[in-house]
C-alpha cells in the first residue's frame, strides 16, 4: 500500500475540518479543558480481548472536575486487524462547570474497529465505530448516537520510540428527544486531534496533544467549542 503524498492530504483535511467547525458559529462559548484518559488493553485469548478506560476531565478553565468516565468492554477479534466490541460506559458529569453536583449517564454500545499499517509497519491508522444507547437522567427513552474516527500515527525516522498522532471524529445523534432540546437528530459534535506519542515498551505509550472539540447546540443556545490538552496513558498486555 502507498502513502504516497498521504500526510498532506491529512493535514489539509484536518486544517479544513478546523475551519468549518470554528465558522459554525459566530459566537460559541468556549473552556479550556484537561483530559486525561487510561486506556488498557488486554488479550485474554486467541480472540477474546478485554479493554478498560478510565478518564477523568478536568473543564472550567482548567478549575474543576466537570466528568469522570469508567468504560469497560469486550471484543472479539475477527482477525489481526477487524474487532467486535460491546461495552458500558459510567459517566458522572457536573450540572454546570463549576458545580459539585453531578448528574449519572448509563450507556451501553457496540463497535467496531479496523487497524492497519502500511510503510514496513511506519504508518498505522485505525477506523473506530461506536453505536450508543445513552441512558440520561430523567429520559425514558434511550437517545441513540453513532461515532466514527478516523486515528493516524507516523513513526518518526530516526526518533527512536517517538511518534506524530492525529485523529477525527464526528458524532451523529439518530433519535430525536422529547425531553431534550439538545438531542435531536443530526450532527451532535466533532473532535480534531493532534499531538505526539513516545513508546517506552511495546507494552506502555504515552501521548499528549491539542484536542479542538465543537459541539452543535439547537437554538437558542449557542454551539460550545472547547480546546482541550489531552494525555493519553496506553497499556497494552
Known amino acids: 500500500m502507498s502513502l504516497t503524498g498521504q500526510p498532506k492530504r491529512i493535514i489539509f483535511f484536518i486544517i479544513l475540518m478546523l475551519m468549518l467547525n470554528t ?4 459566537n460559541p462559548n468556549s473552556d479550556f479543558q484537561n483530559w486525561i484518559p487510561v486506556n488498557i488493553n488486554a488479550k485474554l485469548g486467541d ?18 472536575l466537570t466528568a469522570m468516565m469508567i ?30 453536583n453531578y448528574r449519572i449517564e448509563n450507556r451501553a454500545f457496540q463497535g467496531f474497529t479496523w487497524k ?21 437522567p430523567r429520559n425514558t427513552d434511550p437517545s441513540i448516537r453513532w461515532r ?9 525516522p530516526g526518533g527512536a520510540h ?20 439538545q438531542l435531536q437528530t443530526g450532527t451532535q459534535q466533532n473532535r480534531l486531534y493532534l499531538g505526539v506519542g513516545y513508546r517506552f515498551a511495546p507494552e506502555f505509550q504515552v501521548e499528549s496533544g491539542y484536542l479542538y472539540q465543537h459541539v452543535w447546540k439547537s437554538s437558542p443556545a449557542a454551539d460550545q467549542n472547547n480546546n ?3 494525555t493519553n496513558l496506553n497499556v497494552n498486555f
Open 228 to 230: 482541550v490538552w489531552m
Open 23 to 26: 465558522s459554525a458559529e459566530a
Open 47 to 64: 480472540q477474546l480481548r478485554g479493554f478498560l478506560e478510565l478518564q477523568p476531565r478536568v473543564g472550567n478553565d482548567m478549575s474543576h
Open 116 to 136: 492497519d499499517t502500511a510503510n514496513d509497519k511506519q504508518f498505522i491508522w485505525e477506523v473506530r465505530n461506536r453505536l450508543e444507547e445513552r441512558f440520561l
Open 162 to 181: 517517538w511518534s506524530v498522532i492525529a485523529s477525527e471524529e464526528i458524532f451523529f445523534n439518530l433519535n430525536n428527544n422529547a425531553n431534550n432540546a
Open 148 to 156: 466514527t474516527r478516523l486515528r493516524i500515527e507516523q513513526l518518526i
Open 71 to 100: 468504560r469497560p468492554a469486550i471484543g472479539w477479534a475477527i482477525n489481526d486487524k477487524a474487532t467486535l466490541w460491546t461495552g458500558y460506559l459510567m459517566s458522572a458529569d457536573s450540572v454546570t462547570p463549576d458545580s459539585d
